[in-house]
């Protein structure tokens, strides 16, 4: 019943850390292609001209390997945790 709520708590916990991650690596990017974009166009004011670049920028991110990279959040302390089972459980 324990590795049953280890499982449990541990899903909940990674998955709320995975979105706090994931929310935080979207918003700098926007902030970093609003600031692009307001650099590149300093008389510009076209709001749909930016959030145009803006979208084209974050639909690249989500096609790049970064929004992959944070699923490894799931990934290392599970196999940590299920490392030191193992060692424990051997021994």
């Known amino acids: ?3 049953i709520r280890l499982i449990v708590f541990g899903f909940v916990g990674l998955s709320v850390l995975y979105l706090m991650i994931s929310v935080y690596s979207r918003s700098v990017r926007r902030e970093r292609l609003e600031k692009e974009f307001d650099a590149d166009h300093p008389d510009n004011v076209d709001e749909d001209a930016r959030d145009a670049y803006v979208a084209e ?3 690249a991110y989500n096609s790049s390997i970064r929004p ?3 699923g490894l959040v799931y990934v290392v302390p599970t196999i940590a945790i299920a490392a030191i089972i193992y060692m424990i459980n051997e021994n």
């Open 1 to 3: 019943m324990g590795f």
């Open 57 to 59: 920028g974050i639909a």
């Open 68 to 70: 992959k990279l944070i």
